[in-house]
């Protein structure tokens, strides 16, 4: 299959309304593109033309001025005309030399017509062969496009779909996976594709700014073009294809570069979608991990068999995710139970943690998702990079198929020994559960402070005898008389006693303020902010947002 062109000026001039015409100067440049043609009888025709137009003139413009007809041709391949065509008569009757060093020195094709000819015929005639190539081209496009499609459902698609691909453009092609070796066609030794990924690697920077949508790079190297386009979905980028020929790219060949990546996007999501059926299957010793039914070393290594070694001494944390629905609950809900919405959600999941250098671990049970997210870089800034996967995860919905989730995620300590995984498990269910009552979509266990300890003590009666015994004042005042005591002590001690601040906070003016610690203070004892106290009351106070978090709901400027 030859790939479709736009018409040369050389082949212009193979057409019958050319054959007295002479090619006086520029025959280097007869390769050049005609995109449309284009007549022009005045001198300023900057705003008039936009680059490879073949342009007729019977010179009226410059009226046998030489210095004007110089000036004319120059600002023509200035503006990147393809050629200059001039019927000689009354107003052009004789070629300078100055038109002819200039046109040979810009290889700018000078063509000639001895005597008078009809433009519009020839702009007639050219036009409708521009046109009709470019509807084949688009026919062509077309059936190249159906094709990717096909061969994306093959066993080794992706080397067909670059072997149909360098058919249609005769271009060098690279296939660069993020993680794993490239793929040539034609194929060349190893050692020449390790040069020129060398070679582009001044341009990996600029290539990760793309997304799978974005318009490809251009890139000159070694006298050669190189046009990369990234591959993937999902808002991920999981390889990128590079295009590499001695031709000046066309339009056609950026629209096939575009419909193979989307191709070679389609297979790969597809063999994702499989994968993750399959360790869906695989990964119940995952299960068995976060709910304590295996305990040492050598029981988990037999479950886990070759990924045992793998993440062994690795450090790792277990991330509990909640998925919710957003404000279209009903619609929402028919597609959230599907299973395909769950691969789907994983699939993003897997794809977002990789990004971050964490190899997940995933189990779903009804609406939660505990992954195992095992740090495959280092311990530095495990906890920073963790982070920024799970945002990433929450502000990645850009999805269609995602866009009601609502995503509540609570993190456990990290560990290195998979025997502890039940215990970060643990610390990730303590840490969903404080959503109510502190309001963060991300929760980490190690920021908990002494939610830690009141936790595991929240028995029903340990935790309300001890607010009774240091706030219990304050809430029967409160009660009894439609006050915020309680809220107040909570705003002035959380921001270490600052007057101005509690105020701001509160939206109260200051002498209220002083009015309320008065009060607070003949009620509790004017000890109150003596250091036990004030940790003891501090505690009670964090104790009575986690059995009642609606009663600490921040306060509203007044209307």
Same mark, same amino acid.
């Given at each position: ?170 271009? @060098? ?32 920077? @600029? ?15 070694? #006298? ?16 990128? &294809? ?84 957003? @404000? ?9 139970? #599907? ?123 340990? &935790? ?96």
């Amino acid at each position: 299959m030859e790939p479709k062109r736009l018409l040369t000026v050389g082949e212009a001039l193979q057409r019958p309304l050319f054959q007295h015409a002479k090619v006086v100067a520029g025959a280097g440049g007869l390769h050049r593109p005609i995109r449309w043609v284009h007549i022009l009888e005045i001198a300023s025709f900057e705003k008039l033309i936009h680059g490879e137009e073949m342009i007729l003139t019977t010179g009226i413009g410059f009226q046998l001025d030489r210095a004007a007809s110089v000036s004319f041709m120059d600002n023509l391949i200035q503006q990147q005309a393809a050629c200059l065509c001039i019927e000689l008569g009354p107003y052009f009757q004789s070629v300078s030399d100055e038109l002819l060093e200039l046109a040979n020195r810009c290889d700018f094709p000078f063509i000639v017509f001895p005597h008078q000819v009809r433009f519009v015929d020839i702009t007639q005639d050219l036009h409708s062969l521009i046109i009709n190539r470019h509807h084949e081209a688009l026919q062509e496009l077309e059936s190249v496009s159906r094709a990717f499609h096909r061969l994306s459902l093959t066993s080794q698609g992706t080397l067909q779909i670059l072997k149909l691909l360098h058919k249609s453009t005769h271009a @060098q092609l690279m296939f660069q996976p993020l993680a794993g070796k490239p793929i040539c066609w034609p194929a060349i030794p190893a050692e020449e594709q390790g040069h020129r990924l060398q070679a582009l690697k001044g341009f990996r920077e @600029q290539w990760e700014q793309l997304s799978p949508d974005s318009a490809p790079c251009v890139h000159e190297l070694d #006298g050669q073009t190189v046009i990369v386009k990234p591959v993937g979905a999902l808002h991920q980028t999981w390889a990128y &294809l590079l295009m590499q020929t001695d031709l000046k790219p066309q339009e056609y060949d950026f629209l096939l570069l575009d419909s193979a990546a989307l191709s070679i996007a389609q297979e790969l999501l597809r063999t994702r979608y499989i994968e993750e059926r399959k360790l869906f299957s695989e990964n119940v010793w995952v299960d068995q991990l976060l709910n304590h039914r295996v305990e040492d070393e050598p029981q988990i290594q037999a479950m886990m068999g070759p990924e045992f070694k793998r993440v062994s001494e690795r450090n790792y944390h277990v991330c509990l995710i909640e998925l919710g629905h957003g @404000q279209d609950e009903g619609s929402a809900t028919e597609e959230f139970d #599907g299973e395909s919405i769950r691969y789907h959600f994983c699939l993003l999941l897997r794809s977002t943690f990789e990004k971050h250098c964490f190899h997940p671990f995933i189990t779903l049970k009804n609406n939660r998702l505990a992954v195992i997210a095992v740090d495959m870089k280092s311990k530095v800034r495990t906890k920073e990079r963790l982070q920024q996967a799970l945002e990433s995860l929450r502000e990645g919905q850009a999805d269609e198929r995602l866009k009601n989730l609502k995503l509540l995620i609570g993190v456990g300590r990290g560990y290195t020994q998979l025997s502890s995984t039940y215990n970060s498990h643990q610390e990730a269910v303590q840490a969903l559960s404080l959503y109510p009552v502190l309001g963060r979509p991300i929760l980490f266990y190690d920021e908990l402070g002494v939610f830690q300890l009141l936790l595991p003590i929240n028995d029903g009666t340990t &935790l309300q005898q001890f607010i009774r015994n240091y706030l219990g004042p304050l809430l029967d005042y409160d009660q009894a008389k439609g006050s915020e005591l309680v809220l107040t002590l909570k705003v002035y001690l959380d921001h270490d006693g600052s007057k101005q601040i509690a105020a701001q906070k509160l939206y109260i003016v200051r002498q209220s303020l002083y009015y309320r610690l008065e009060k607070i203070a003949e009620l509790l004892g004017p000890h109150f902010m003596a250091p036990e106290q004030r940790i003891s009351i501090q505690v009670a106070l964090r104790a009575y947002q986690l059995l009642y978090p609606d009663k600490f709901v921040t306060a509203s400027p007044p209307r």
